[in-house]
């Protein structure tokens, strides 16, 4: 496994801190256990889903929040009763993800379905940041007169 040090790059870059959190991170999630099962789905351009899957789950017994750019979603089975399993198959373990969004990725909703938990999210460029044409003004067309140097 090959190893990078960022650090020379602290000292030559500014506003990169968010960039570099990431990638720190990363590095320290890469052994941990990767429960419950996710998939993260494109479904346009704008347009995203992160889909969990939550089998035993009550919508009761998970949390959902959106607090700037992170997405967390929890989850804590509650006990009713004391059963006696033969087998227990079916994970009810406690469980914290996180998902980091991008600048401008809003959580539009969440609906858990067949054990399913789907959270619909939606990128929302703000429309000073949308590439926009420039008119080109073409003064000899309308009518401008050209201003000529005078040689002196």
Known sequence: ?????????????????????????ARHTAGEANYPPCNIERLSDDRYRISLALAGFSPDEITVTAEQSVLTI?????????????????????????????????????????????VELVREIPDAMKARRIPIDDLVASGAQQIERKAA
Do not use: C
């Open 1 to 25: 496994m090959r190893r990078y040090n960022i650090s020379p790059l602290w000292r030559s870059t500014i506003g990169f801190d968010r960039v570099f959190d990431l990638f720190d991170a």
């Open 74 to 118: 929890e989850g804590r089975k509650g006990e009713k009763g004391q059963r006696d399993f033969v087998y227990r198959g079916i994970s009810s373990r406690p469980f914290k993800r996180q998902f980091s969004l991008a600048a401008h990725v809003r959580v539009e909703g969440a609906r858990l379905d067949n054990g399913l938990l789907q």
